[in-house]
Nanobody, 126 residues
């Protein structure tokens, strides 16, 4: 049984940081492109970042570029999303997802993903 489990998010003040993790069981994350997507209240889910399985290339949405960093620890079968300089507009439920294709070219599209985590709430507020 495949499971992707995100770490707990939390309440963070503007300008703060958080590291989200996505731990997998039942599959080897390095064989998949792993995306992070988020859904804010009243908005559609959007792709935030992705790390490819083939060459480890990374992609970021313009809204998070320079503030978020995605990385992978193959030994721990875990992907991380370091989120810095958080803004209130970053408030959302964050999901990790795995795509068997291995490439991040379509990371913003939900249909490319084969497996999903349950989501974790990140709230940025003073």
């Amino acid at each position: 049984q495949v499971q992707l489990v995100e770490s707990a998010g939390g309440l963070v003040q503007p300008g703060g940081s958080l590291r989200l993790s996505c731990a997998a069981s039942g599959l080897t994350l390095q064989d998949y492109a792993i995306g992070w997507l988020r859904q804010a209240p009243g908005k559609e889910r959007e792709g935030v970042s992705c790390i490819g399985s083939i060459d480890g290339s990374t992609l970021y949405a313009d809204s998070v570029k320079g503030r978020f960093t995605i990385s992978r620890d193959n030994a721990k079968n875990t992907v991380y999303l370091q989120v810095n300089s958080l803004k209130p507009e970053d408030t959302a439920v964050y999901y990790c997802a795995a795509a068997a294709g291995g490439y991040c070219s379509g990371y913003v599209y939900e249909e490319v993903y084969d497996y999903w985590g349950q989501g974790t709430q990140v709230t940025v507020s003073s």
